[in-house]
């Protein structure tokens, strides 16, 4: 009787063993299916993003700011970063900007231009209009998260004093320098699409791995869960004898007061919304 029951039990095991084995093999299957797709994902996005934004001038002067060698030069640098950084840096010299804002000007001048790398458009663009001396710069896609107010504060600190002194050629590579070197900061370049990548594939498994684990786990039907602690001490092992609050610590929050970030006469930040309805963010006012 005793061998029968063994033999039994030993059948229900092999029996309940199997199903599970399929699960894990079908689950981790699934699991190398998705990384690979992953891969696939990152290979196609990288190609777009390499072609993106090409072909396209980024310094564009409609007033003659620069000579011709200041322009070539200035150009050639804007390039090399949009393209090492896959991110668009702009410069653009206009008369007037109508009856625009100069930040809208500027958003609207962006979108209309075709700039702007990947599926957010990455970019930045510097507009000033000669006529009233506005200028304004905007940014948009990842440069939302990557300027953000104290980096676009101290971006405009370092090309506006150039635009006072009428020293264009400076205050545009400061501005480009400026541009660079807040993105290395933020940490914008062509790993970043591959670092996003791998990210997602190993969250992907942590959730198979889950699903294994957590399917194994329901299997076990032995243990019980308690709400309380008291069924793990042993009754009369623990008598407390005194009790008293004892005061470790306090907590003191600090709020700067809001500082005065305009610069110029009718200068304006902060987040806004192009003609087009897409999000943008930047400063402006005038030089």
């Given amino acids: 009787m005793i061998g029968i029951d063994w033999s039994v039990d030993c059948g229900q095991r092999k029996h309940h063993a199997k199903p599970q084995k399929i699960v894990a093999i079908a689950l981790a299957f699934l699991m190398m299916a998705t990384m690979l797709c992953g891969g696939a994902a990152l290979a196609a996005g990288s190609a777009e993003s390499d072609t993106a934004g090409g072909g396209r001038q980024r310094y564009i002067d409609k007033v003659g700011l620069l000579t011709g060698p200041e322009a070539r030069e200035l150009s050639g640098k804007l390039d090399e970063i949009s393209e090492r950084r896959q991110f668009d840096v702009v410069v653009a010299v206009v008369d007037s900007i109508g009856y625009k804002s100069a930040r809208l000007f500027a958003a609207d001048f962006y979108e209309q231009n075709g700039f702007g790398f990947g599926s957010g458009s990455d970019g930045i663009i510097l507009l000033i209009a000669m006529e009233n001396r506005d200028f304004a710069f905007v940014t948009t896609g990842y440069g939302l998260k990557a300027f953000t107010d104290a980096r676009q ?29 807040f993105l290395a900061q933020a940490g914008k370049d062509k790993g970043r699409y591959r670092l996003n990548a791998a990210i997602a594939s190993i969250v992907l ?31 009369g092992s623990m008598v407390l004898t005194a009790r008293r609050d004892i005061f470790l610590h306090r907590r003191v929050s600090k709020v700067p007061r809001p500082k005065n970030t305009s610069s110029g006469s009718s200068g304006s930040s902060g987040s806004f919304r192009s003609s087009s309805g897409s999000s943008f963010s930047g400063r402006s006012g005038r030089f």
Wanted: aromatic share 14%.
């Fill in 153 to 181: 504060e101290r971006l405009e600190g370092m090309f506006l004093p150039y635009l006072r002194t009428n020293d264009y050629y400076g205050a545009f590579t400061a501005f480009a320098d400026g541009v660079d070197d």
């Fill in 205 to 235: 498994a942590l959730i198979i791995a889950l699903i294994v684990t957590g399917i194994w786990r329901s299997q076990l039907k032995s243990v019980g869960r308690q709400n309380l602690a008291q069924a793990y001490i042993r009754p």
